[in-house]
């Protein structure tokens, strides 16, 4: 057995409360600074974090962390912004019970769909691979097509989201997604985190809230940093050639600042032939001073890995004998990856109104090596790509929020700009064994020696948005906003020296209704106007993965998407938890994977309609069941599908069917959970005439604390050994230099049972 590290799971109180009397509640609520907390990616519900002062059984819905060892603020979460309105008498007492893994966000929430994860739910969920994580959103899949270094794969609301071509994703409120990406546009790369500095993860779904932009239509996620964590140690070791090691700590200083430092370092093999040799060090230093009225924080971040892949390969080759089931055609396939950052945020609070800003800086370089077609364009060499990028982003944004009252009517709103601006570059070059070649034969444009394709690009954003709240009556909210974008750049073609200028504006208008809550329920409508933005080689015409798009379509900076949601949040009793959303998703133009070119392309336009459940039942203050299912219809629209090169309506990848169920325990010593997850079957084709299957898998963790400084933690993923595909595609390839062309599945397959025993100690 080799070494991994684990996650560092914490124990979880039994709960709190908080009594009160009114006048005293409204008393703390202005002096805390909660009130007014908001930032851009908070979503567009408008309640109030209260403070927890006494412990009581556990349940769902406090605003503080489940764990007393980790804590962060809510910087963008649905439940830190605004007040809830509860009605009570003079002198009553009020009770607020705490959440287990997802905040209870009734009576706050702006739409049905959207939510937070607390810090529990990270810390007892089984993950194989950091981006996992994210799979405590309901109905999102990640998944992985090729080694572990590279980005994952997102699947969320019947999209393929390649690796984040419509998720918005979020670290500290720095944007994650990469515009013009070398291998993808949004690329979303999470292999940067480290999980024990995670306070909590907040979510939205859909285009209905005005503080998400670009990569927001399907949904967004915002993940909070902790400013206390435990002073820790751990080791793991797992049967794939996995092993991991990680140290963290909080220095606490007389003046309230708080000074947390992570350091890990990580291997992994797999269970390939060519083993991933995946190595990676991480760094995280993160100072906070003050609170979240009156305060500010800095945080620096590093990254560094590299690996070899073993990408999804040709059914043909598996049936016809040529490479076993974790073989490669190509196991000279890889990767490196480095980025570090520097951010920080300041606040500024008084009785009415707060103002929060916030600036970022990050660097980054990315090296792709991609054999996806194999021999079909040169039978010679071989089709590998090495796709070259460096990128430096710097952005912010500045979000004033007030609350007012006209009469017996209560509002809130927000006012904000965000930016960022990237300078890149960018190449792509034809190789063998990682060796540059001169030629490029699978390129449409005009090559010159050694460089298939290169550009400088510069690309600037603005977004500006309002958005206000009025309760109307005590049982009808309603949530208006407004955002205006512009996106505008230039690209240095380095190959045929030409310069292209473009720009675009984009506004969208976005809105909810919200009745009730009657008898701990609410109702929703939502309706809104999103957008996702395209790589600027394909605006520019610098770049084009296909005959089809390269002349014959016009590609757009931004490209707009409609929305509509309803759908309904309950408590039918005591200590369950559902939500419910049927929803429909309109895009002018859909992003889709293109496996010969191994980059996202823009094809016709499409239509997503499908429905959203979701439970958690505590039974007991120690225990949880949850359960996501997901159906979802995605299909191509008009009549121009020709143009694309499209000849069926099925949009290819796009899943059909989601669901999860999981169980966590917390009691005494013993701790743990089980994860159930189904990838139902999508198409693979346009016509649907090939499709996958989807997958299964079961993992489960199990701990033991042996006191409060020594715990011991056992994981087992892929419990029951499902031989299937984590993720499948089809194209054209050519399998041997003298093979005849031939169009088909590929696949790469979900790792095999496997176990990892990880080791904690506090210090």
């Not at 206390?228 to 070791?237: C, E, F, K, V």
């Not at 010679?380 to 500045?398: F, P, W």
């Not at 809104?528 to 395209?534: A, E, I, M, Q, W």
Request: glycine fraction near 10%; proline fraction near 5%.
């Amino acid at each position: 057995m080799t070494a991994r590290l684990q996650l560092s799971f914490f124990s979880a109180p039994a709960g709190h409360i908080i009594r009160y009397k009114r006048h005293f509640f409204v008393t703390a609520m202005l002096s805390t600074g909660f009130t007014f907390c908001s930032l851009p990616t908070m979503a567009a519900g408008s309640p109030l974090a209260v403070p927890t002062t006494q412990k009581t059984k556990h349940s769902r819905s406090s605003l503080k962390p489940s764990t007393p060892s980790v804590t962060g603020k809510a910087k963008n979460s649905p439940a830190a912004q605004g007040a809830q309105n509860v009605s009570v008498k003079e002198g009553a007492p009020e009770t607020i019970q705490v959440t287990a893994s997802r905040r209870d966000l009734l009576g706050r929430a702006g739409t049905a769909s959207e939510g937070s994860l607390t810090a529990r739910e990270i810390q007892l969920r089984p993950v194989y691979r950091v981006g996992q994580i994210l799979e405590a959103v309901p109905g999102l899949v990640v998944t992985s097509h090729s080694g572990e270094g590279k980005a994952n794969q997102f699947l969320l609301r019947g999209f393929n989201l390649d690796h984040g071509t419509d998720l918005a994703s979020f670290i500290d409120d720095m944007p994650v997604n990469g515009v013009s990406n070398a291998h993808g546009q949004g690329y979303t790369d999470l292999n940067f985190l480290i999980p024990e500095v995670l306070a909590g993860v907040d979510y939205t779904k859909g285009p209905f809230h005005a503080d998400i932009g670009d990569f927001g239509v399907a949904g967004s996620d915002h993940m909070k940093l902790a400013d206390d964590i435990p002073r820790q140690i751990s080791l793991s070791a797992g049967t794939l050639g996995d092993y991991r090691a990680y140290i963290g700590s909080t220095t606490h200083f007389s003046n309230t600042g708080r000074w947390v430092n992570a350091f890990n370092i990580s291997h992994s093999d797999g269970p390939w032939k060519y083993p991933d040799n995946a190595r990676s060090i991480r760094a995280l230093s993160h100072y906070t001073y003050g609170s979240a009225k009156n305060g500010f924080d800095l945080t620096g971040m590093f990254y560094r890995g590299q690996w070899r892949a073993t990408n999804d390969q040709p059914l043909d080759a598996y049936h016809e004998g040529l490479i076993g089931r974790y073989g490669s055609l190509d196991p000279t396939d890889g990767g490196f990856s480095e980025r570090y950052s520097l951010s920080g945020h300041y606040h500024l609070a008084r009785n009415n109104w707060k103002w929060v800003t916030s600036a970022f800086a990050v660097h980054d370089r990315l090296t792709l090596w991609n054999n996806f077609t194999h021999y079909l364009d040169d039978p010679v060499n071989g089709d590998q790509q090495q796709q070259d990028e460096t990128r430096t982003t710097v952005g912010g944004s500045s979000v004033y929020t007030r609350q007012d009252h006209v009469g017996l009517v209560r509002t809130e709103t927000r006012i904000g700009v965000q930016g960022r601006y990237d300078i890149l570059y960018v190449d792509r070059r034809h190789t063998r064994q990682r060796v540059t070649l001169a030629n490029c034969p699978s390129s449409l444009e005009a090559t010159i020696p050694y460089t298939c394709n290169a550009d400088n690009i510069n690309l600037g954003s603005v977004g500006l948005f309002v958005q206000n709240t009025t309760h109307w009556l005590p049982w009808l909210r309603m949530i208006v906003g407004l955002r205006e974008d512009y996106q505008g750049g230039t690209d240095e073609n380095l190959v045929n020296n030409s310069l292209t200028q473009k720009h675009q504006w984009l506004f969208q208008p976005k809105g909810s209704l919200v009745f009730g809550p009657w008898k701990k329920t609410e109702l929703y409508l939502s309706g809104g106007r999103g957008f996702h933005s395209n790589d600027f080689r394909s605006v520019s015409g610098s770049y084009t993965s296909d005959e089809f798009t390269k002349g014959s379509v016009k590609v757009p900076l931004m490209t707009s998407a409609v929305s509509g949601e309803v759908g309904v949040r309950t408590t039918p009793f005591s200590h369950l938890h559902l939500q419910a959303a049927v929803f429909i998703i309109d895009f002018d133009s859909e992003l889709s994977y293109d496996g010969d070119a191994g980059v996202t392309s823009p094809g016709p336009a499409s239509r997503r309609q499908g429905v959203e459940f979701s439970a958690q039942y505590n039974p007991f203050t120690w225990l949880e069941f949850n359960t996501d299912l997901s159906f979802a219809k995605a299909r191509y629209r008009g009549h121009n599908l020709s143009s694309y090169g499209i000849d069926g309506a099925y949009v290819t990848n796009a899943p059909s069917f989601v669901w999860s169920f999981g169980v966590m325990v917390d009691r005494g010593p013993w701790y743990g959970g089980l994860q159930v997850r189904w990838l139902g079957g999508y198409p693979l084709i346009e016509d649907n005439s090939l499709r996958s299957s989807g997958y299964q898998e079961v993992n489960m963790n199990l701990g033991y604390r042996f006191n409060k400084k020594i715990k011991l933690e056992a994981s087992v993923f892929n419990v029951f050994n499902t031989r299937a595909y984590a993720a499948q595609y089809a194209y054209d390839y050519r399998l041997t230099p003298t093979a005849a062309l031939q169009t088909g599945a590929t696949g790469h397959p979900l790792e095999p049972i496997s176990a990892r025993l990880a080791v904690t100690a506090d210090f």
